[in-house]
């Protein structure tokens, strides 16, 4: 199937690893141009690398920045204006979890956590809205959230609550940026990215393989596919509800959780 994304400007939010990456890698395979950020400069150099590897180098833009802070976020669009002018899609992706109940959650980590939650979405929005509108095509804003946000946690209290109110603020925008811009999310179960790769190496029985501490791991979690997620199976969602073969979906949630789910 051809999506219709040739020709098109993708901004991704922390894209210099896992998905972020991985999803820059499938616009690029779709035609696309992309500008991914994120808040370490050696991981932005390394992600560069591996993408400029494989496709032209004047289709890739990498800048540093921390999307909780409006100047770092103002800057970053102003570079991809002066790079394309516009921008088609804005994939918001940066966001790591909080592990922690209500008793051993202080006043510091709910406003840390609802800081980074909140506006690791509404910088880049109201950054990248004006470009967004100088597309010629039917624009589209997807954020990477967590089933956590429909299904919360009792040891992720405050990032289960911060994520409830992400889904919440997709479903307004996507009233109100309606009809010229689309606005969608995934919500996401377990998923092989960096965060887990770090658990494994932290993990007690060092003679443990990757692949059965990961059925493991699926197993505690009841996960009906029996495995975690892979970056990439995230990535092609993602491209897909952004690009033109999507253009009646907006408003929508798409779980990727491999079944984990209990509502229906």
Known sequence: MDLGLSGSTAVITGGTSGIGLETARTFLDEGAS???????????RAALKSLTEKFDQGRILGEVCDVTKAGDVAAFAGKVEQWRGKTDILVNNAGQGRMSNFETTTDDMWREE???????QVLPVRAFKPLLEKSVD???????NSLLALQPEP????????RAGVQSLVKSLSVEFAPRIRVNSVVLGLIDSGQWERRFQAREDKTQSRKDWNEALAGSKHIPIRRLGEPQEVARAIVFLCSPAASYITGASLEISGGVSRFI
């Open 155 to 162: 040891y992720m209290v405050c990032t289960s609550a911060a």
């Open 34 to 44: 992309v500008a991914i950020c994120g808040r370490n400069e050696e991981r932005l």
């Open 114 to 120: 609802l800081d980074l939650k909140f506006f690791s």
């Open 138 to 144: 039917q624009p589209s804003i997807l954020a990477v």
